[in-house]
């Protein structure tokens, strides 16, 4: 009986997400546990924090500073550059997806599933998650939600052998997709023809297609390769950019799916565009 | 034994042996990685047949399904089986010296890790190295700790109920 339930469940699970609810249900026993063995290494943590040096925190704090005043000059620019990029596109009568808000996640160090690049994190739904958000770090695209659960969520990596991105490269606006590799250091492309107009350390950033990820976040850098002119897709592999096994602080987003509107309508658009910059904010009511 | 002492016991053995089985680890330990679970499981179905049976197993595999991201009821399908198996044999298993014992209980984690495997590859693209089949081998190895271990652990309880 007990194998007629399981194989019941393996078959709804895998045709429906009927079983959303039983595993909310469940979640709430066993996600305990992925907080207690996260436990550890989390008290580690905060351990070197707390227990560093009073002068190496205040050159750290200097050096942040600094850092600070460098990103809030270039920021200047940016909020000028996107106003010029909206009346631009306004001239072309496009409308401008812009301003995202983000939610600061924090990795459980647990593990698993050895042979899949999943990772859990510290929010759930109870802070408005859901399934298809991007992921970002501090130095581009780390992957996608997968599963949420009330108390943590699943998050699948970019280099999961099950996952691919609509990328483009940043040179010449080249559409392709990156899939997967299954090592955490590699993504493959192959969808491109072997004459394709890419070259080596050229930046994939996101294109925006198919929804999920917003567009123009750096992915990955394009590795070293050899071009195989017999064949007919070229065989080439790129490095991600973000940090994917270093990381504590991950970024959920979520963006808005309303369009900036015209320049036609400046009174309106000008307190949008005046808050580009994504803080570090609750999720969106409409969540 | 009382009646809801060896529920108590049972359910913190499983407790720790999931910690274990989610324990943060590095990349090249993480494949050793055994399934503390079903060790854990079938040391009580030899010990507690009337008590661990088959729906007990099955429960815990949905909890560990749950626990591990993966697909609804493979783990459920898989410990249930080998239970199946543990509950059938275990007078015999009993007698049997630690090694013999070792040599069922690679059977069972093979015939689990087989089903993982075959439900693996049939939902998703997975492209799994021979390293898939190591915490068979540890398991193996790790059987007559967990044994020890928990025998020490049911005479502690034992002897402290006689002492009272």
Request: a neutral charge.
């Amino acid at each position: 009986m007990a194998v007629i339930a399981s194989c019941a469940l393996l078959v709804t699970e895998h045709r429906s997400s009927q079983l959303n609810a039983l595993r909310m249900a469940l979640s709430y026993l066993v996600d305990p546990l992925k907080y207690a063995v996260d436990l550890p290494s989390a008290v580690m943590h905060r351990a070197s924090e707390s227990l560093g040096s009073y002068a190496a925190l205040i050159k750290e704090n200097a050096d942040l500073r600094d850092e600070q005043l460098v990103r809030q000059t270039q920021l200047l620019k940016l909020d000028a550059l996107e106003k010029e990029n909206v009346r631009l596109r306004a001239l072309l009568e496009n409308s401008f997806k812009l301003g995202e808000q983000v939610l600061i996640a924090e990795l459980l160090s647990i593990n698993t599933a050895p042979y899949e690049h999943i990772l859990v994190v510290n929010k759930g739904t109870n802070f408005g998650v859901h399934p298809h958000q991007p992921v970002l770090d501090a130095n581009g695209v780390v992957g996608q939600v997968f599963r949420t659960l009330p108390l943590t969520s699943e998050i699948m990596l970019i280099t999961d052998l099950n996952h691919a991105i609509p990328v483009q490269i940043n040179r010449n606006g080249l559409l392709t997709i990156a899939v997967g590799s299954g090592q955490l250091n590699q993504l493959n492309l192959p969808f491109l023809p072997s004459n394709a107009d890419i070259r080596p350390g050229d930046l994939l950033i996101t294109s925006g297609l198919g929804g999920t990820f917003p567009q123009g976040y750096p992915v990955a850098t394009v590795d070293e390769f050899t071009s195989q002119p017999n064949k007919p897709f070229a065989n080439i592999t790129a490095t991600p950019k973000s940090l994917l096994d270093r990381n504590r602080e991950l970024m959920i987003v979520w963006s808005h799916s309303a369009p900036v509107p015209l320049i036609s309508k400046p009174n309106t658009a000008e307190p949008v565009i005046n808050t580009p910059t994504p803080t570090p904010a609750l999720p969106p009511a409409n969540e | 034994m009382n009646k809801t002492l060896w529920f108590y016991q049972v359910t913190l053995t499983i407790v720790v042996a999931m910690c274990l089985r989610i324990l943060p680890l590095s990349h090249t330990l993480e494949l050793f990685n055994p399934d503390w679970v079903l060790l854990a499981l079938i040391y009580w179905s030899l010990v507690l047949p009337e008590r661990v049976g088959i729906f007990y197993a099955w429960a815990v595999g949905l909890l560990t399904d749950e626990l591990t991201g993966q697909l609804f009821g493979q783990h459920a399908l898989a410990y249930s089986l080998a239970i199946y198996a543990c509950l059938k044999l275990h007078k015999r298993l009993r007698q049997y010296s630690l090694l013999q014992q070792g040599f069922f209980i690679f059977c069972c984690l093979l015939l689990s890790q087989l089903l993982f495997f075959f439900i693996k590859n049939l939902h998703q693209s997975v492209q799994l190295s021979s390293d898939f089949w190591l915490p068979l081998l540890t398991g193996t190895a790790c059987w007559p700790l967990v044994y020890t271990a928990l025998r020490f652990l049911r005479s502690a309880e034992q002897a402290n109920i006689d002492h009272r």
